[in-house]
């Protein structure tokens, strides 16, 4: 009886043990394959397109002076008149063309005015803008300004606020073809990687989708806009 229990207690340990053994193994081999499933390599991809704007927003600014109110207006009123005739005897839109209200300056009214009396009281800047698609149009204009010039119209130096603006909308249009060639450029460097360690690339471990930038090509052509996103992709690699 006592030999009985003796194999018995053999036989259960040598089970027991080749149980462990067994899943000993198995727990090992799901280690190193979910070592494996963890290798990754993360790359970049650009994408960069050049697009003429398709909105321009021209501020025309001149400046008059003068010593009497009503004389002024009179002179914002025909300078506006002359600019506007100027516009559309060059084909620009009538409804692409408004004028926005004078920023008159009463010198005499200043606190902190210089002691030194001004030639002319009153100062005044008015805005004539041009708001339109038709970007080469409307530039060819722009080389044609001296033409006001002539016919006694005084431009202020350029500044801020009468910057001309170049406008990009079409990039919802733009973005899927992108999109599409910056992660195309990421899995091409990242087949490379694999290749060159002799591994085998695998499937999108997680993507981010960077943010577009629109900016000009160079300070002499605003029109033309430099459009770029890049999109960062995670692979899994494998042996």
């Given at each position: 009886?006592?030999q009985?229990?003796?194999?018995?207690?053999?036989?259960l340990?040598f089970?027991?043990?080749?149980?462990?053994?067994v899943?000993?193994?198995?727990?090992?081999?799901?280690?190193?394959?979910?070592?494996q499933?963890?290798?990754s390599?993360?790359?970049?991809?650009?994408?960069?397109h050049?697009?003429t704007?398709?909105i321009?927003?021209?501020?025309?600014?001149?400046?008059?002076?003068?010593?009497?109110?009503?004389?002024?207006?009179?002179?914002l009123?025909?300078?506006?008149?002359?600019?506007?005739?100027?516009l559309k005897?060059?084909n620009i839109?009538?409804?692409?063309?408004?004028?926005?209200s004078?920023?008159?300056?009463?010198?005499?009214?200043?606190q902190?005015?210089?002691?030194?009396?001004?030639?002319?009281?009153y100062?005044?800047?008015?805005?004539?803008?041009?708001?339109s698609?038709?970007?080469?149009s409307?530039?060819?204009?722009?080389?044609?300004?001296?033409?006001?010039g002539?016919?006694?119209?005084?431009?202020?130096?350029?500044?801020?606020?009468?910057?001309?603006?170049?406008?990009?909308?079409?990039?919802?249009?733009?973005?899927?073809?992108?999109?599409?060639?910056?992660?195309?450029?990421?899995?091409?460097?990242?087949?490379?990687?694999?290749?060159?360690?002799?591994?085998?690339?695998?499937?999108?471990?997680?993507a981010?989708?960077?943010?577009?930038?629109?900016?000009?090509?160079?300070?002499?052509?605003?029109?033309?806009?430099k459009?770029?996103?890049?999109?960062?992709?995670?692979?899994?690699l494998?042996?």
């Open positions: 009886m006592q009985n229990n003796k194999v018995s207690a053999f036989i340990g089970f027991l043990f080749l149980g462990l053994s899943l000993g193994a198995l727990l090992a081999n799901a280690a190193i394959e979910y070592k499933l963890e290798r390599i993360t790359v970049k991809g650009l994408s960069e050049e697009y704007a398709d321009v927003i021209w501020p025309i600014q001149f400046t008059v002076a003068d010593n009497n109110l009503e004389a002024l207006y009179e002179s009123d025909s300078g506006s008149s002359k600019i506007k005739l100027f005897k060059n839109k009538a409804e692409d063309i408004s004028s926005s004078p920023a008159i300056t009463d010198k005499s009214a200043q902190y005015s210089s002691n030194t009396k001004a030639k002319f009281r100062a005044a800047i008015q805005t004539v803008t041009v708001y698609n038709e970007i080469e409307v530039r060819l204009v722009m080389s044609q300004l001296s033409e006001l002539k016919q006694g119209i005084v431009f202020p130096r350029s500044d801020y606020n009468s910057k001309t603006e170049y406008l990009f909308t079409r990039l919802n249009q733009v973005k899927p073809e992108m999109i599409e060639e910056a992660t195309k450029k990421a899995r091409e460097v990242a087949q490379k990687f694999a290749a060159d360690s002799q591994s085998i690339l695998g499937k999108i471990k997680r981010k989708q960077g943010q577009f930038s629109i900016s000009a090509r160079d300070k002499n052509n605003p029109h033309i806009k459009v770029r996103v890049v999109s960062t992709v995670e692979y899994y494998s042996d």
